[in-house]
């Protein structure tokens, strides 16, 4: 199982950037995903996360401006970012909730690489 994130680059304080995360695999099927980041000198920390029912979780500093989404036939989730702050720069991981199925059957927490997101101002 790979979870593949991508969409992350240098934006302008005020701007917008649509991050991916795409799992492929042995997948049976995908439990709660979610999106993490960790910024220089930081712990790692929750932005927003979503179950497979589509229910929705935020960190206060992104509500309002950030909105996570999951496709679950393509197994991915998408994070709009809008009303970007230089306090956004971070490395954003995504995670999936992952159940492999036949013949193994299990559940595991799978990590993406990582994407870059920089905000200036």
């Known amino acids: 199982v790979q979870l593949q994130a991508s969409g992350g680059g240098l934006v302008q304080a005020g701007g917008s950037l649509r991050l991916s995360c795409a799992a492929s695999?042995?997948?049976?099927?995908?439990?709660?995903m979610g999106w993490y980041r960790q910024a220089p000198g930081k712990q790692r920390e929750l932005v927003a996360a979503i179950t497979n029912g589509g229910d929705t979780n935020y960190a206060d500093s992104v509500k309002g401006r950030f909105t996570i989404s999951r496709d679950n036939a393509r197994n991915t989730i998408y994070l709009q970012m809008n009303s970007l702050k230089p306090e956004d720069t971070a490395v954003y991981h995504c995670?999936?909730?992952?159940?492999?199925?036949?013949?193994?059957?299990?559940?595991?927490?799978?990590w993406g690489q990582g994407t870059l997101v920089t905000v200036s101002s």
């Open positions: 695999g042995s997948i049976f099927s995908i439990n709660d």
């Open positions: 995670k999936g909730s992952v159940v492999v199925g036949a013949p193994l059957w299990y559940e595991h927490d799978y």
